[in-house]
Every structure is written in C-alpha cells, then in structure tokens.
C-alpha cells in the first residue's frame, strides 16, 4: 500500500490475504512492523531507487494521487515496483468542477480531479506501460459542500 499511514485499509488487507504487506508513506510514524505489516518511511520514488525492482505483485494507492506532485515520478516509481503483469490500483477523490463550495476542503489537495483529468490520468498511465483492467469507475453525485465521488483506475503492468 502506497501512502496509507493511518487508514484502516492496510489492516483490511491483513484479513483478506495470508501475503506480507509493505506500508510506503513519508509521513509514517510507526515504530515497529505490525504482524505481516512492514513499514517505510519514505516516498514511492525514494523506495524504488534504492530497492529492488519488480517486487510486488499489486499496488494499492487510495486518495493519494490528488496529494502528490508531481505524478509522472510518483507513477514511474510504481512502475519499477510493480513486477510484470501487477495490477496498480489507484482511487482518487473527485470533484466535477472546483467551485466556491468545494475550494476550502480542497487546501491541502495538489489538484482536482474530473472525469476529463481522470481520463487523462489513464492515458498517461498508459504511456508509462500500463493497461488498463476493467473500466474506470466514476459516478458524481453533484457538487455541494463535501460531496464528492471516489474514481478508481486498475492498470496491469505490460
């Protein structure tokens, strides 16, 4: 999992596989693995320079791309770390436009993304050896204060 320090997910991964888990965020802060958990404190591109190549079989990376900048490294990086025929799996949080409404919940954001960026997202996955798996799910349920839809994107490694 790429950049989920402190989300419930890594911990519902544990239930779901008997495989070891590797935690990548810079803003970790935990002081031991958990059992089957191992953490490091870095960037996904800091990891893939100094680790082997093609090592993980799926990559979970949750409402992180919006936060990251910029996105061709942070991709690349995933790239490198993914083995031939791994699935990246990417969520995203998504707005239809940023507007008066939505643009203080947003402050901490590097961008927004729309079906249209989202469509490029893919494309840009693509050019870096990815294909897609599945559709792009997006579903926006309108743009009031703090409602938004989550998009999620499967690549497979070529």
């Known amino acids: 999992d790429i950049g989920g320090a402190g989300s419930?997910?890594?911990?519902?991964?544990?239930?779901v596989t008997s495989?070891?888990?590797?935690?990548?965020?810079?803003?970790?802060?935990?002081?031991?693995?958990?059992?089957?958990?191992y953490p490091f404190k870095c960037t996904v591109e800091d990891y893939a320079a100094h680790h082997a190549h093609d090592q993980f079989d799926c990559l979970t990376v949750i409402s992180v791309?919006?936060?990251?900048?910029?996105?061709?490294?942070?991709?690349?990086?995933?790239r490198m770390i993914l083995k031939p025929g791994g699935l990246l799996f990417l969520?995203?949080?998504c707005w239809d436009l940023e507007g008066e409404d939505t643009a203080h919940f947003h402050w901490m954001r590097k961008r927004i993304?729309?079906?249209e960026t989202l469509r490029r997202?893919?494309?840009v996955t693509r050019e870096l050896g990815?294909?897609?798996?599945?559709?792009?799910?997006?579903?926006?349920?309108g743009n009031t204060v703090y409602d938004y839809s989550f998009a999620s994107l499967a690549m497979v490694k070529k």
């Open 19 to 37: 495989e070891d888990i590797s935690l990548i965020d810079p803003t970790l802060d935990w002081e031991a693995p958990r059992e089957r958990v």
């Open 113 to 115: 993304f729309n079906p």
């Open 8 to 15: 419930k997910f890594v911990h519902s991964l544990t239930a």
């Open 91 to 93: 969520t995203t949080d």
């Open 121 to 123: 997202l893919a494309g």
């Open 130 to 141: 990815f294909c897609s798996f599945g559709r792009t799910d997006w579903a926006y349920h």
């Open 65 to 78: 791309i919006e936060h990251v900048e910029p996105l061709r490294p942070f991709l690349r990086a995933c």
